[in-house]
């Protein structure tokens, strides 16, 4: 079952996390696993914990019990000789660093060009020369196709080009992990294409990471090495594409694949 | 007399009230911010004077304030050995401009957390620090929503400042009473101040206008 080609390493490892709004249970006892390079979708029916497993490794989300590994370090703890204790700001800063969110309403900074969105953190953050920042955003910006849109504010594109802002400037971080939240829930069906295209090329061509959620089956199937089914804030069911969409094991699986692949049944 | 012989005290009367809406307006200001964003401060001790402050001078009256800061402060620090007995003009100012400033505070605290909080998590995923996060994301959104509101309070303040010449501060409602005493020509006199406090509030509110356009370029237009 395991492929031979992965180290048991994994870039990201939750150990029995678990996550509460209220009463409400949304990460139970949550063990999961992605390796270093791996692509991995999360699916699942709404309120099954799929973003709020990205929300928690973005750091916007805090746990209420177990340990989030990233890079083999505990996310939001710190060790003390042999204990572990709440992390601390300048820690949660220095694992950050290794991640970058797409966001489902984009959440580009409406007060800065395009451009600008791109090398902010670069310049304030990382302290990179704002040439060199300039010239690394144009070159992200080529990538995902639009070089001519520098100068333009984020109200003057369209839902699609602001989404491909929005994965321009994760990126312009260079983290090692990128996370996917319904990049493209928030679009006109038309727009959905040239998104999942600029996402297609980044899984194709780079060594990142990536973690998507995502209701787009078709593109998940074609993108992913693996798919999650999150059923009531736990793994159902998971495995290579083809298994899950072609032969799930699972009635819930079967029952969430069939509503959504074809939901005029 | 001749009504325009008003017109010499009363100018002098106006430079005064012109100086300390100024001086008072931009004090406030800095109140404003510091104790608006004091208020959203996770610091407990931060908050509660913040809190504390707001909540005094929004909640007594000016008057009282003025004549507290310059006749009961002097009593005060005399017992315990400071002297806190301030020239008119500056108990005048700091009054003001700490009424005024604890209105500017609740402005301030309210457009910042108008500030959507995606744009707080887009933020801190791309790893600011809380004080950039601050000074790059949040208040250059959240300036250009005070500003009407800050306009308002200026011209309030102007109107305000008619107050400090019961501290003895020559300002313009000083001369005009200091005219009608000696001249006993009531209808010229006030009628005069009336249309010299409306010209001011005309100006200010003018250059509030040219302020809040020049911070409008920070905000996304059609937003």
Redesign the interface.
């Known amino acids: 079952m395991n492929d031979a080609t992965k180290t048991r390493d994994p870039i990201i490892k939750f150990d029995k996390v678990v996550k509460r709004f209220g009463d409400h249970v949304v990460l139970d006892e949550l063990d999961f696993e992605v390796q270093r390079g791996e692509k991995v979708t999360i699916i699942g029916p709404s309120g099954s914990g799929k973003s709020t497993v990205l929300r928690i490794l973005m750091t916007l989300e805090e746990i209420n019990d177990g340990v989030v590994y990233v890079g083999g370090q505990p996310l939001w703890h710190q060790w003390r000789g042999d204990r572990l204790i709440p992390a601390s700001e300048q820690h949660l800063r220095q694992m950050r660093s290794q991640l970058g969110m797409v966001f489902q309403q984009f959440n580009l900074f409406p007060h800065m060009t395009v451009l600008r969105n791109l090398t902010e953190a670069p310049v304030q953050v990382l302290g990179v020369k704002k040439a060199e920042a300039r010239q690394r955003g144009l070159e992200l910006l080529e990538m995902v196709g639009l070089a001519d849109q520098a100068d333009k504010y984020p109200h003057q594109l369209s839902g699609g080009q602001q989404q491909r802002v929005g994965i321009a400037r994760a990126l312009a971080m260079r983290p090692k992990v990128m996370l996917f939240d319904e990049p493209t829930s928030a679009l006109d069906p038309e727009l959905v294409g040239e998104v999942l295209n600029v996402i297609r090329t980044l899984a194709d061509e780079h060594d990142l990471t990536m973690l998507l959620v995502t209701h787009e089956m078709h593109f998940a199937r074609q993108v992913s090495d693996r798919i999650c089914f999150f059923d009531q804030g736990r793994i159902k069911e998971q495995g290579k594409p083809e298994d899950i969409f072609t032969a799930p094991k699972e009635e819930r699986t079967k029952a969430f694949l069939k509503a959504v692949l074809d939901p005029d049944d | 007399m001749e009504w325009t012989s008003y017109l010499a005290p009363l100018s002098q009367g106006a430079w005064v009230t012109v100086q300390l809406t100024v001086y008072s307006t931009i004090l406030g200001g800095i109140f404003a911010f510091l104790f608006g964003l004091g208020k959203l401060s996770h610091n407990p001790l931060l908050k509660g004077i913040s809190v504390a402050y707001i909540e005094i001078f929004r909640g007594t009256s000016l008057l009282v304030q003025l004549f507290w800061i310059y006749f009961a402060l002097p009593i005060m620090g005399q017992a315990i050995g400071l002297d806190l007995r301030f020239p008119p003009v500056v108990a005048g100012v700091v009054a003001l401009a700490l009424n005024i400033g604890a209105y500017g505070a609740e402005v301030v605290r309210g457009a910042v957390q108008a500030v959507p909080k ?2 707080y ?2 933020a ?7 004080r ?1 996060r601050l000074w ?2 949040t208040l ?2 959240a300036i250009p929503e005070m500003m009407p509101t800050f306009g308002n309070l200026a011209v309030q303040n102007l109107k305000d400042t008619a107050l400090v010449s019961l501290i003895s501060l020559g300002d313009m409602a000083f001369r005009a009473e200091q005219i009608r005493n000696f001249t006993q020509d009531s209808v010229t006199v006030y009628t005069l101040v009336l249309f010299m406090y409306f010209g001011m509030a005309l100006v200010l509110t003018a250059c509030m206008k040219l302020l809040e356009r020049y911070v409008g370029r ?6």
């Open positions: 995606e744009q998590e887009a801190t995923a791309l790893n600011f620090t809380s950039k790059r994301i250059p959104q920070w905000r996304a237009v059609g937003r």
